[in-house]
């Protein structure tokens, strides 16, 4: 999406005579909005539509907790969510509306199967591991902090180094880079919080010619078809376009500071329907002599904010640690806990490192929610449960946006 990009061979022409060793190759139009978006073209050797079996479809089930009460809450994730199933399986859903899904994942399984999202973008932050996602557009190397863009119509499979844990993001609407970052001819803007040269597209395109049997399992109609083939999906003498897989690391997100507090649409990162992901980043903090550094207390009317906490020092938010979701809903005020706000003045940088997902349309929750949910955290505004000690710690951690 960022930028064309052409990786192996493509004919002087779209829609020309193109062979491999005599063979008249399969062009294979890839694009958005029927034939007005954004799109690639790629060149295989077997017809993509060629299927030896249709297996059975696995309709997706989500298993809704309805809580009793309306309230901010806190899921802490880090040692409470088990490492189980591969990259694809291991997707544990914690909460989700019309636009958006988030789950949660740590594999510990490799996938002995392809994978096509067919209906949904998809976001992948990592928060721990490194691998290298094989794609039908090519090789698509990923590390510790990385945000994987993957569009719909990708097929593709993990293939990890060492433990993993990851935040999965998929949207049935697309995940873009903000309109607001860029011209009108695409490029990005020199206010942006980031350029070209931070986004990764595929490197190496590798064309498989083997023949054998291979599963592709295709999310579609809200739930899973897997297919077999009996030849390898990644056929692909060559492509080009602007449709492809892509990284863009949170660690190259320039923050944006200011005199006084910068509001959340600064750490803006992606555009969904009805969503944005953004990303908190150390930086110096707000350096006028009256600033608050910390956020003012607002009131989420029409959203809801979930918050991922990726590293740095939460001390100062009580309770809340690495791998913590906070789930702050609409129609109730929020805010930094109590003294924080007089604690934060003369701080003069954080060092948090947080993914927030803020949604226009409320959230459901999961069982898997229900699970981790702090039970407590609603009630953490009350001074008189500020546990003795927390007083005194450094504030610097203090997560700009609560
Ligand atoms: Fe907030």
Not at 24 to 34: F, S
Not at 303 to 310: Q, T
Request: proline letters at 8%.
């Amino acid at each position: 999406m960022p930028t064309y990009q052409v990786r192996g061979e493509v004919p002087r022409k779209r829609h020309i005579q193109f062979r491999d060793n005599g063979t008249l190759l399969t062009e294979e139009v890839m694009g958005l909005e029927g034939f007005s978006g954004n799109e690639s073209i790629l060149y295989h050797l077997t017809s993509p539509c060629r299927v030896t079996k249709v297996d059975e479809f696995e309709p997706i089930e989500r298993d809704e907790w309805v809580p009793d009460g309306h309230q901010h809450r806190h899921f802490k994730t880090m040692a409470e969510v088990q490492p189980g199933g591969d990259a694809i399986s291991g997707r544990k859903l914690l909460m989700w509306n019309q636009d958006v899904e988030i789950s949660l994942c740590r594999p510990d399984e490799e996938m002995d199967y392809f994978f096509r999202n067919g209906e949904g973008d998809e976001v992948i932050f990592v928060h721990e591991g490194s691998g290298t996602l094989e794609t039908i557009f090519g090789d698509v190397p990923y590390k510790e902090g990385d945000y994987i863009v993957v569009p719909r119509g990708t097929t593709y499979r993990f293939r990890p180094e060492g433990e993993q844990r990851y935040l999965v993001f998929e949207s049935p609407g697309l995940i873009e880079i903000p309109r607001r970052y860029r011209n009108e001819y695409g490029q990005l803007l020199e206010h942006a919080p980031f350029y070209h040269r931070d986004i990764h597209p595929p490197t190496e395109l590798h064309t498989h010619r083997d023949r054998g049997e291979f599963r592709v399992k295709v999310r579609i109609r809200d739930g899973y078809q897997t297919y077999e083939l009996d030849y390898h999906p990644f056929d692909v003498v060559g492509w080009d376009g602007y449709v492809y897989p892509w990284t863009f690391s949170i660690h190259d997100f320039e923050p944006i500071t200011g005199r006084i507090h910068m509001p959340p649409p600064s750490h803006q990162t992606f555009e969904g329907r009805n969503f944005v992901i953004c990303s908190f980043c150390p930086r110096k903090l707000d350096f006028d002599p009256l600033a608050i550094p910390i956020p003012y207390h607002h009131s989420n009317l029409n959203s809801e904010e979930m918050i991922y906490y990726v590293s740095g020092n939460f001390g100062s938010r009580r309770g809340i640690e690495v791998g913590s979701v906070t789930l702050h809903p609409s129609g109730i005020p929020h805010g930094p806990h109590p003294g924080l706000a007089e604690k934060s003045i003369g701080q003069t940088e954080t060092h948090e490192l947080a993914v927030m997902c803020d949604t226009f349309h409320p959230l459901r929750l999961t069982k898997l929610a229900k699970e981790l949910d702090d039970g407590e955290y609603a009630y953490s505004w009350l001074e008189e449960r500020v546990p003795a000690g927390d007083a005194d710690q450094d504030p610097a951690g203090v997560t700009s946006h609560f």
